[in-house]
């Protein structure tokens, strides 16, 4: 019988430890779509880069 009940119990474990895992899963994909949607939200084009004719740097274009 204990060895029954070695295999029981690691498969409750298993199933605990599945379990736990997905909803950390849930809840990470949660953030990161709440982060992606806010990003978006808020995103302004980029900038146009103009060079400098004195350098030959890229700088970004005075709007």
């Known amino acids: 019988m204990p060895p029954f ?3 029981a119990l ?3 474990g ?5 379990k736990k895992l997905a909803q950390e899963s849930r809840r990470v994909n ?3 779509d ?9 995103a ?5 880069l103009r060079r400098d004719p004195a ?4 700088r970004p274009q005075q709007r």
């Open 5 to 7: 009940l070695i295999v």
């Open 10 to 12: 690691g498969a409750l």
């Open 14 to 18: 298993a199933a605990a430890l599945i």
């Open 30 to 32: 949660a953030e990161l």
């Open 34 to 42: 709440e982060a992606r949607n806010d990003e978006s939200a808020a």
């Open 44 to 48: 302004q084009p980029p900038a146009t």
């Open 55 to 58: 350098t030959g740097d890229y």
